[in-house]
C-alpha cells in the first residue's frame, strides 16, 4: 500500500494490523490530471491576477490584509505568495502571511514558521511580514455540536482574510 508519501506499506503488514477484520476487495485507482501546466515564470502574475477577481470592497485603502499559507504541498509555493502579496501590495493593501496549518511544526508558532521557511515562503521571499502566532480567537460555533470554530488571531484583526 503506497502512503502517498512514497512510503510503501508491505500488505502482511496491513493484514496483521487488521487482525481479524475481513478487508473488503480493493483495486487500485490512479488520478490523472490533464492540465496545461503554467510556466514557472508566469506564476507570479497569474497569481496576482486571480487576486483582482476578489472583493474587496469593505477593506479600506492601506488596509491589512491576511494571507493564509498551508503545508500542504502546493507546488511553487513561494512563488504564488509572493505573486499574491506583490499584487495586494500594488492595489495598496498591507499584506502579511499567517500559517494555515493546524498541528504542522509541532504546533508552535517558531514551529510553523520553520514549516514555511522549509517550503521556501519567508518574509524575504515573499515580501511581507510573517505573523506566526498561536493565538486564536472563537469566530463562531458549529450548529449540530455547538463545537467552537477558532482562526487565528492576526487574521482575525486584519481587514480581510485570503
Known sequence: MDTGSGLAVPEKTVLAACGDVELPRMGLVEQVWETDPIPT???PDRAGAAVES????????????AVGVGSRGIANLSTVVAGVVGRLDELGYEPFVF??????????????????????????????????????VEVGRTDERDVPVVAAADAVAADAIL
Do not use: K, N, W, Y
Open 41 to 43: 515564470d508566469e506564476l
Open 99 to 136: 500559517p494555515a496549518m493546524g498541528s504542522h511544526g509541532g504546533a508552535t508558532a517558531e514551529g510553523q514558521r520553520e514549516m514555511l521557511a522549509s517550503l521556501g515562503v519567508t518574509e524575504e521571499s515573499v515580501g511581507c511580514p510573517i505573523r506566526s502566532s498561536m493565538d486564536v
Open 54 to 65: 476578489l472583493r474587496f470592497a469593505g477593506v479600506p485603502d492601506g488596509g491589512e490584509v
